[in-house]
T-cell receptor, first 114, second 114 residues
Framework: DAGVIQSPRHEVTEMGQEVTLRCKPISGHDYLFWYRQTMMRGLELLIYFNNNVPIDDSGMPEDRFSAKMPNASFSTLKIQPSEPRDSAVYFC????????????FGQGTRLTVV | GQQLNQSPQSMFIQEGEDVSMNCTSSSIFNTWLWYKQDPGEGPVLLIALYKAGELTSNGRLTAQFGITRKDSFLNISASIPSDVGIYFCAGQPFYGGSQGNLIFGKGTKLSVKP
């Protein structure tokens, strides 16, 4: 398997624009996570899905952030409108259900909002 | 909510020295995981611990799952320059059932002087 695939790797956008980040989890994994990483806050969980259903979105900072998982092999994280403070690296991760499995991370999307 | 306190935040060591870092929490965890993140990449799993008291090695790395289920440590022996990076602990909270979420520590940034 190619692992968790995220796109784009880098995104530079102007404040106010809509940004969409994409993730393809490892085939067969039924949990998908979106994390944000900044120097100040470290790795923060934004939202996670189980079998395509959002389970916990309490980490989503504001209504400007939304995430969807229309099927088992694809998820998006959207920011609309984007702001400079959204600049960060966004990671997607996936794992199998059960108590004894670990999460695998994608390479991340580095977002810069100017 | 659950939090993981990871220490130290950063370490500057000489090549060949041993390294020790740990994570503690006031909550109980089912699983402890240790990840390493290289610059520009996503975290990669180093060691997974699934049982209280478990001591596991992976080459020069050794990690233990605390007997109280509230802590874990990672040791790196005879450090080399490629050990440079950010090390994260992560734990799966214990709710008495299978839970998908992983809580991450804020990371330990390791620098190794040749």
């Amino acid at each position: 398997d190619a692992g968790v695939i995220q796109s784009p790797r880098h995104e530079v956008t102007e404040m106010g624009q809509e940004v969409t980040l994409r993730c393809k989890p490892i085939s067969g994994h039924d949990y998908l996570f979106w994390y944000r990483q900044t120097m100040m806050r470290g790795l923060e969980l934004l939202i996670y899905f189980n079998n395509n259903v959002p389970i916990d979105d309490s980490g989503m900072p504001e209504d400007r952030f939304s995430a969807k998982m229309p099927n088992a092999s694809f998820s998006t994280l959207k920011i609309q409108p984007s702001e400079p403070r959204d600049s960060a690296v966004y990671f997607c991760a996936s794992r199998l259900s059960g108590m004894y499995t670990e999460a695998f991370f994608g390479q991340g999307t580095r977002l810069t909002v100017v | 909510g659950q939090q993981l306190n990871q220490s130290p935040q950063s370490m500057f060591i000489q090549e060949g020295e041993d390294v020790s870092m740990n994570c503690t929490s006031s909550s109980i965890f089912n699983t402890w995981l240790w990840y390493k993140q290289d610059p520009g990449e996503g975290p990669v799993l180093l060691i997974a611990l699934y049982k209280a008291g478990e001591l596991t090695s992976n080459g020069r790395l050794t990690a233990q799952f605390g007997i109280t289920r509230k802590d874990s440590f990672l040791n790196i022996s005879a450090s080399i320059p490629s050990d440079v990076g950010i090390y994260f602990c992560a734990g799966q909270p214990f709710y008495g059932g299978s839970q998908g979420n992983l809580i991450f520590g804020k990371g330990t940034k390791l620098s190794v002087k040749p």
